[in-house]
């Protein structure tokens, strides 16, 4: 199955004699372009002429050459990269044209993946890259220069395309591993070349044949076309292919330098930025920065850093890398040895804490960087040939979410903290408690610590200072003259302000009294709210209505109190049960719902509290609602029965074989006796019955009938309903 796996994922292995093999592939003609990451095998012992296919069609015969094949070529004295098309005719030189080019034969030897694309403009016009770089334009020509346009099977045979095989020489397979096949019914650009080389090409893109990712989870699953062409292909051969990382630098968006830039500037979507420079170097060839927006493909060498890594990783490919001789690499201080910075920048905080790197998608251990560099919102670094950074992001700071001072009276005092998703937290109470909350007995100060936190974050604490606190507060008192009132131990009689302080063991409250003497009437707002029905009384009156009134009652003390009310009158809306009928045939149902609920408590007499249910039987429903002055209730009678007979007659069907949509099936409810007759166009019946689970198989006395529009006739009655229907109407036979 196919695998949405990050950056570049999987590669395939393992071919000779395996391989893969694609039906009904087209086929394509000139102008044609093929590109793919690869990586053959180091030279053996003795170095021999062998062919590598990467993507070969036209499969056919083994004795003649057909198709397309774009291929590796290695010999003793170099390698080529070289597409070859055969007349189909016969097997030999004069029976197939090669146009190829020599390439580094180091980079077979790197064990490392390196991109070839080969765009054919026509039969005499070829243009090669390697890693992106303009290799060659109109290369040199093998074979007969004769053979323009590639022949294929005949069109009444099936034209196959295969991955790391063709049909030529049992010896023809692919040593090595490929990855990332394009196959595009164009001739792209320099520019289209580079724009789609360490990136994953979107299906949508314009000329796209096909695409194969190889990211399969197991060699035997299909190997699926990520264009929208689905030229899928199956594992073949006698030996099954294997799966390994690749090893080639892709990522869910890209970019690459242009013309005389030294270095690039990557920006991708989420607003992050990869810069790549170097201002010492004067010339550089091709320079790809990529992101890819998902985990890596396993994590090893993170450990318990991995709940703190950012959700992206980024890459930087120099296509140039470093010079390659016959058996060596040269490294540092070599004229053509080239070490690029790299800056990283996050879109937003939290800040980077060091970063992960490793060589490439298929190195097998994450290694760990730190240090002043690596600190803040970027990373600056160093990149030789690939490399690919993961960064570690500082773990959120923890916010007990507590404030500094808490001034109380009242005890025990509950702390709570915030949760502590990762770590543990303690506090230094005498009985050192574990967890976020601790009971305080008396002021002091409290100290919670987080610790075990992630990314090596030290531990983190936070002190509450509790303090008893001194109140202030204040009260009226208004008094008749002559009359008297007790605050807290103290009698007043007197008009005036005063003050009064009470003590507790850890806190002081200091109150101001006011009082206000008086023989006059005394003013005091009343407000009620009533229900109809209700009243309230006051002053010797009975009040019922909405409205403000004013009465006085007098006080034993000889003051007397103005009362303005205010009453403010209640009420509900009236409720009812909505339904769209009154009726309920057997076997539906019906949705009944309450209106003007205001929002309060809804109870049907189903037991249901939702504001419509859902009823499957005729009889009477009440429903209860709450409000402001009370409950309120309805009812509704629903009647069950009298419905007429349904019928659900298909238009079309096609008996074909194919297991779908075989017979003519009616198909209906509530019904007591039904007949049916079907009649060519010349009014003959072909068919009749009166058994209503019977279908019509498309035959009449045992033969197929031809596509056709037919006539149906249907009369049915129904047992709920002495109604009868008749239904007439043209159904299609489509073969």
Partial sequence: MAQNLPGSGNATTGFGPGYVEIEDFPRVQFPITFAAWVRLEPFGQQPITQRFPIFSTGQGTATTYRGISFQLTRQEHGSYIEVQWGNGLCAGPNCIKTIRRFFNTILVNSDRMFHVAVVLHNTNQATIYVNGNFSFSTPSEQGNPAITNPAYPPLNETNYARIGAHQAGATDFFDGSIDEITVWNTARTHHQIREYMCKK?????????????????NATDTVVDSSPNNFFGVPAGTQLLTKEYSGAPIGDEADYNGPGALGVVHVNSLGDTVEVSNPSVEQVTTVHAYTVFSDPNHKNGIGADSSCMRDRYYGVFLAHGIRYLPGTIIYPHNSNYQIMDVSIRGNTPPDYFGVFTRGRNNFMNWQLETGPNLQGNEILDTVLICREFYPRLEAPKYDPDLPDTVFTCSFPLLLSAATLDVGTLSWDD???????????????NYTITASSLPCSIASISHTVTVLGETIEADTTFNICEGDSVVFLDTIFKDEGQFMVTRSSSFCDTIWEVNIEVSSQTIHRDTVVSLCPGETFEGGGNVFSEAGNYTFIEPDPDGCFFEYNLEIIGLSDSDIYIESESEKLCNGESLILSVRNHDGYPILWSTGETTQMIAIFSGGEYAVQVGGQCGFRHDTISILQGGCRPRLFIPNAFAPTGTGNNERFKVKGDGIQSYEIS???????????????????????????????VYVYLIVVTGFESSEVIREQGTLYLLR
């Fill in 430 to 444: 005498s009985l050192n408690t574990m967890g976020r909350e601790l009971s305080v007995l008396k002021p002091g």
């Fill in 201 to 217: 090409v979107p299906p949508t893109a314009n000329n796209l044949l096909a695409y194969y990712k190889l990211d399969e989870l």
């Fill in 678 to 708: 079907i009649l060519d166009r010349w009014g003959n019946v072909i068919y009749h019955s009166t058994d209503l689970s019977e279908a019509w198989d498309g035959t009449y006395k045992g033969k197929m009938v031809p596509s056709a």
